[in-house]
């Protein structure tokens, strides 16, 4: 446990950086656009970018090429370094020919996405944004590539910090177009061309940055690219073959994400500020937790779980599951409670300002609240999927994932069929929750049977202790959050109060009561920080 978690604390202190910088970005962003159509058709045309990206190769990228590469370096007598060049070449061809692709078919793009009911003017704004922001997918790729490659040799920093450079550029880039195009650049009816190709190309700038910064740590880790087109007798059509099922997994979870976007679109269309960008932002803040402590021990476990699979030594991967569980759920379990509880101040402290207004903040914050339900099984899923990615199965994965998308996307339909257009983004986060929570009991059922149990017992009293120690805490905030209201309002003043005495009280009482009931991985956190701030 020792190991994952100062591999974690590394990458989570990159992480939350990151994520803090994002959420900057995200505060200007939405003051420069409002969450209204302006917003709407910058979140779409930005978001197929990273749709055609996942479709394509995310899948391949997310499911098979650490395991492939980790077998290569410990069977290869050069460690690898072949089929690593030859999979950075075949990767940046592919990924040439797509963006090009991608930039010819931008208005099919961006009308399969979007509403009917949106105006002509807000499609061709979209469309003439997508333009711009769809050469991100070659970025996006080369810098995933690379992530996998330094990942494999424990190369843990680069891919965690080069976000928080992206995230610079795009800060600044957004305060530029805040000064230049001012009101007029949060209308989609007035905003001018030049103030488009600003935000375009400004956008695909940070990306840029983003993926240079992995080329160089990449290079300083050893890495030397020689372009390498031979591929018989490679592995690279073996994992090609494995990937088959990634990328099915993947085309199953974008046929979900583009009902939520056709949906969201529509109740965007008939009550502004409650479309696509309220679900889009309030997403990220409901990933800021998942992001920072999840993806972290995700990251780590991987490596170290795919060399246990490959010896067959399914001890040493449950063991490994186990500890990432319980490093996962010990601050994601109290965080999923506050944001159900904090999710409106949150969201009014971050989004009422500039061409923005409170009351589409605060909407954006109740979708959060929805969100917090599904905190933790999300994060539970994502740490099964790896048990079967580390023993090559990409298979398995799919077919969860179809029981996922059915759940999602029958009660995304019913959400948009019986609610009211201001509560149906708040169905849609719903129906997400319910997805994710359906498909790990099933996951761990079948993920269980490939490693013959995954101390389930121990990982299960863990949880129940956790709960126990979070409520209180919760209860806290939820006191904060009322005597504010009564005395102050939701203003961004009141916001500052409900999160630094209910979100950081609640936190803190969270971390006392379960460090007294000994909850060992609270413990290892409490141990970390103390010894670091001892130095």
Known sequence: MSRVLRASAIMAAGTLVSRVTGFARSAVLVAALSSGPMGDAYNIA?????????????????SVVVPSIVRRQQSDPDGGRAFEQRLMTVGTVALVVLTAAAVL???????????????ARQTEVAVVLARYVLPQIAFVGLGAIAGAILNTRDRFAAPMWAPVLNNVVMIGVLVLYLVTAGKPGADVETVSDADLALLGLG???????????LMVALHRAGFRFR???????????EMGRTAFWGVVYVLVTQITFWVTMKISTGAGGEVEGAGNTAYAQ??????????????????????????????????????????????????????????????PAVAVLI???GNNDTENAIYIGNVLQVFGLALVPFSLFQLLLRVFYAFGDTRTPVFIGVGNAAVSITLSVLAAAVLPPRYVVMGLAGALAAAYTT????????????????????????LSRMYTAALPGTLLALGVLWITQESVGLTPLGSVVMLAAGGGLGLALYLVIAHRMRIPEVSSIVGLVTGRARR
């Open 46 to 62: 930005n978001a197929i970018p990273f749709i055609l990206f996942d479709f394509l190769l995310g899948g391949i990228l997310s």
């Open 105 to 119: 078919l931008a208005r099919p793009l961006i009308e399969l996405y979007t509403d009917a009911g949106w105006s």
């Open 203 to 213: 956008t695909t700038g940070g990306i840029v940055v983003q993926c240079l910064v």
């Open 227 to 237: 372009p390498r087109f031979g591929l018989r007798g490679t592995g690279l059509g």
């Open 282 to 343: 309030a997403f990220q803040l409901f990933q800021l937790p998942y992001g920072i402590i999840a993806v972290s021990v995700i990251t780590a476990m991987l490596p170290r779980m795919s060399r246990s699979a490959n010896a067959g030594d399914l001890g040493a991967v449950r063991e490994e599951f186990a500890s990432g569980v319980r490093l996962v759920s010990v601050l994601l379990v109290p965080a999923g409670l506050l944001l159900m509880v904090l999710g």
């Open 351 to 353: 989004f009422s300002w």
């Open 439 to 462: 498909g790990t009991a099933v996951a761990w059922v079948l993920a269980s049977r490939r490693t013959r149990g995954l101390n389930g017992r121990v990982v299960g009293t863990g």
